[in-house]
């Protein structure tokens, strides 16, 4: 289907969409506005965010909303705020030519009396999140009657998120005679359950893309050492001097430390996650939609319903465990025809999360190397002067002052005066990345990686895993670094407990650790000095018993009376909770400890 017209929309709505742009339908939109237009069946469709779902069930709702009735006909379900004030926007737009249509968003974490005063004045369409729906319908303010469209929007987030028992009670409320719809980007057990339930004889329609990436995103990957992994963010970012994307973390705090980070070395980028506040959350993803940040360092349950089109990249910090997510994350870009780039930045045991995203989702990962200094300084030079071509000049901002420049500028030729107006911009960046080093990972034989597949057996996870609990001999090339720590036995720290955090924060187990030394109050470790750095700035504000962790590189006065060497066999709980000066294993307090 070539055009909007043939799908059998009205003149109001093709004049409103071609304002937004909208040429020609999406493979889901072709195929669900004409059945939806004329037929009364359920259905499920598989389209996830960015396919154009909205307006594939958003236009038909509103073409087939009858104005002159006050009754809500069309309840539409939405598993977060942003989505529901996302769908409310879109359908707004949708029907700017149509006089009269209301659509009333209605979510919790705002004032109810004021929706509940929207829905009095009449809401042909509502928009609503499932929880604040429920609570709407018990205080008998939200009346269903009248529906004859319910569509789910989102429905596996939805039920992912919870919200079964409040689906149950509003599907409950809603006539017997409607059309369902439901969208979902997957299709799981639960889901099956919803349609057999609530859906009679649905229709089911999937596009190409369903349960598959976006076409039009290309994914790649980059191997580095865990510690490089904030440098490529770095390097990605620097080498697309216009990116507009998203770096997706694992938890909260590493979404915090890397846009601290970010932020600290002039990156134009913040942070969304669950500690913020619902205001802080608006103003943060107001600004990303604005483009007034470029990066925006965010947790998946934090990024949901966040709209935003035109992404250039979406970065994974971390691959999650679900290929599922994966494909969530990057079908935020490529969207609506344009092109996108998903990139995920992984150290060597990740390679099997890639094979298992492309088996499962039939795509392909292209490994790219990370940028060089040479090629990140070639592009910033470019796009500086690509920047200084196209400035808008004010003449009459800058004219009072630029006859004593020319005066001061005199003795520089052209060429010169060139050569000194990118220096002044550029040098710093030039001094950055001028030994920058190689942090790509060498690729391994493919024999290799097949073993690696394998798990525990293959060399390269054996080598890791050696590292945690028993002498490795590879250790004898490395040059260890001290670190103090100030926290010990008093506030619970044991060896395994270190080693733990350690790995958690360096995002690896395969950092060299030397001797672990606890007191009752302070505790020592040592560790590759390559990632002794990164690891005092990445633990460094954790919070242990209530008291911030601080790291910093020991003094070669603070020896401690005794240590633990990893060479040892892993330590049980507990088994190093002395005080400095009891040094015998087997003291009484680490059999109090231990029992
Ligand atoms: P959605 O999947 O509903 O989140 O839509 C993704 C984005 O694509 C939204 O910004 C829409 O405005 C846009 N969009 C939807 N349908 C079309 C279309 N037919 N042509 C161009 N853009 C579209």
């Known amino acids: ?28 939109q072709a195929q669900t506005i004409p059945h939806l237009l004329e037929s009364d069946q359920d259905v499920i469709a598989f389209a996830q965010t960015g396919t154009g779902k909205t307006a594939a069930f958003g236009l038909p709702s509103v073409q087939k909303t009858d104005v002159e009735e006050r009754t809500t006909q069309t309840l539409i379900l939405s ?43 009449g809401a042909h369409i509502v928009v609503a999140t499932p929880g604040r729906a429920k609570d709407l319908i018990q ?32 599907l409950a409320e809603t006539p017997e005679e409607k059309q369902t719809l439901l969208f979902s980007a997957t299709m799981s057990r639960d ?5 057999k339930r609530y859906m009679h004889d649905p229709l089911e329609l999937a596009t190409a893309q369903k349960n598959m990436a976006a076409e039009n995103v290309t994914h790649e990957y980059y191997m ?57 959350r608006d103003e943060v993803m107001g600004q990303f939609r604005k483009r007034q940040l470029q990066i925006l360092v965010a947790t998946d349950v934090a990024a949901r319903g966040l709209d935003v089109t035109d992404l250039t990249h979406i970065i994974n910090m971390t691959l999650p465990d679900d290929p599922e997510i994966y494909i969530h994350r990057s079908g935020r870009t490529g969207r609506a025809g344009k092109s996108g780039t998903s990139i995920a930045i992984i150290h060597t045991r990740e390679v099997r999360k890639i094979q298992d995203i ?50 001061k500028l005199e003795w520089l030729s052209r060429e010169e005066l ?30 290799e990686r097949g073993r690696d597949d394998r798990g525990r057996n293959s060399r390269d996870s054996r080598d890791s895993r050696d590292s945690r609990g028993s002498r490795d001999s590879r250790d004898g090339g490395v040059t260890f670094a001290r670190i103090h720590v100030n926290v010990g036995s008093k506030q619970k720290l044991t060896p395994v407990r270190l080693i733990g955090m ?25 560790i590759d000095e390559a990632v002794a750095q990164n690891l005092i700035e990445m633990l460094s504000g954790w919070k242990m018993a209530g008291i911030p962790l601080k790291l910093e590189l020991a003094r070669q006065q603070d020896r401690p009376s005794r240590s633990f060497t990893r060479g040892e066999r892993p330590p049980r709980r507990g088994s190093f909770s002395g005080s400095s000066r009891s040094n015998r294993s087997g003291s009484r307090s680490d059999k109090k400890s231990r029992d």
């Open 502 to 526: 350690i790995n958690e924060a360096l995002d690896s187990s395969s950092a060299k650790i030397g001797k672990i030394e606890i007191m009752q109050t302070v505790s020592f470790v040592e």
């Open 418 to 447: 060139i050569k000194h107006f990118v220096s002044t911009e550029f040098n710093r960046f030039l001094a950055y990345y001028k030994n920058a080093r190689d942090i790509n990972i060498a690729a391994r034989p493919s024999r």
């Open 1 to 28: 289907m070539d055009s909007f017209k043939e799908t059998g929309l009205n003149d109001e709505i093709l004049k409103a969409i071609g304002e937004l742009g909208f040429e020609k339908p999406t493979p889901i």
């Open 191 to 195: 889901i099956r359950n919803i349609t």
């Open 79 to 121: 598993p977060t705020r942003e989505l529901c004030l996302q769908i409310t926007r879109d359908l707004t737009k949708y029907a700017k030519y149509v006089r009269g249509l209301a659509v009333v968003p209605v979510y919790g974490g705002a004032p109810i009396d004021v929706q509940i005063k929207a829905l009095r004045r």
């Open 139 to 170: 205080r008998g303010r939200l009346l269903l009657g009248d529906v004859r469209r319910l569509v789910l929007d989102e429905a596996d987030e939805m039920l992912t998120m919870g919200f079964k028992e409040e689906l149950d009670t509003i």
């Open 358 to 407: 492309e088996r499962k989702f039939k795509m392909k990962f292209n490994r790219a190397s990370v940028p060089t200094g040479k090629e990140i300084c070639t592009n910033q030079l470019y796009s500086l002067i690509d920047k200084m071509e196209k400035v808008e000049v004010d003449e009459s901002q800058i004219g009072p002052f630029l006859p004593e420049i020319y005066a």
């Open 224 to 280: 580095v050492s865990a510690r490089d992994k904030y440098e490529v963010v770095k390097r990605i970012a620097d080498v697309n001097p216009t990116i507009y994307g998203i770096v997706f973390c694992r938890t909260r705090r590493e979404t915090k430390e890397i846009a601290n980070k970010l932020m600290t070395d002039g990156y134009n980028a913040d942070a969304l996650h669950g500690d913020l506040s619902q205001a802080q």
